[in-house]
């Protein structure tokens, strides 16, 4: 079965440290690879995604993520985060083969920027 | 409209009691998501629609939760006899089919 790790549960960081929130998946075909934020009292939005061809996909507000295969992950990172930055991550799944709406989530990292 | 749209925004029921959540979504996508979001346990899947397929119900939790979608549009949540451990947000989405899903805002649902 496929499963989503997401390793830290909070992270607290001051404005303009750099960000990287983990991410493992077990899956052993082809993914789709998608991070979710979720703003304090929004709904979840996309931030980035990952189908095919450049590992290194580049998402809203500056953020990024890298598939590497071999390490089944697909972290996200920041070079500066603000305080704006504060919300929950969500790193989801879809594996090919799999139902099309089964997308699976990670428990969610929540980043806590201090202005 | 706009976005996915869900109602109520807040349940409070007691326990044993049967709900229904409504989910509205984007108009023209013609796959329809509900996922069930607890504290600390990130987003688990319920169930899919796409079109005028049969759903994917593999992520309902046992017989009291059922879904359905009529004219391929609006979207019912029902869950029966409601338990403690069914509190929750519950969150809709929709998409275009492979393409990016788009969320509600969730039912939150408090069992008493």
């Known amino acids: 079965a496929q499963s989503v790790s997401q390793h830290n549960h909070h992270v607290i960081l001051s404005e303009a440290a750099s960000l990287e929130l983990g991410c493992n998946y077990s899956y052993g075909g082809t993914v789709n690879l998608f991070w979710y934020v979720q703003y304090p009292g929004q709904h979840l939005q996309l931030l980035l995604k990952y189908f095919s061809g450049d590992p290194l996909v580049k998402g809203i507000k500056g953020f990024e993520a890298e598939f590497i295969k071999s390490k089944f992950s697909f972290n996200l990172r920041k070079p500066s985060v603000q305080w704006s930055d504060t919300a929950e991550y969500f790193c989801?799944?879809?594996?090919?083969?799999?139902?099309?709406?089964?997308?699976?989530f990670g428990k969610g990292t929540k980043l806590s920027v201090k202005p | 409209g706009a976005g996915v749209s869900q109602s109520p925004s807040n349940k409070v029921t007691e326990k044993g009691k049967d709900v229904e959540l409504r989910c509205d979504p984007i108009?023209?996508?013609?796959?329809l998501y509900w996922y069930r979001q607890s504290l600390g346990q990130g987003l688990e899947f319920l169930i899919y629609f796409q079109g005028n397929s049969a759903p994917d119900k593999s992520g309902l939790p046992s017989d009291r939760f059922s879904a359905e979608r009529t004219g391929g549009s609006v979207s019912t949540l029902t869950i029966q006899r409601t338990q403690q451990e069914d509190s929750a947000v519950y969150l809709c989405?929709?998409?275009?089919?492979?393409?990016?899903?788009?969320f509600g805002a969730g039912t939150r649902l408090s069992v008493l």
């Open positions: 108009s023209g996508h013609t796959a």
């Open positions: 989801a799944v879809n594996g090919y083969g799999g139902s099309q709406g089964n997308l699976i």
């Open positions: 989405a929709s998409s275009s089919p492979g393409l990016e899903r788009y």
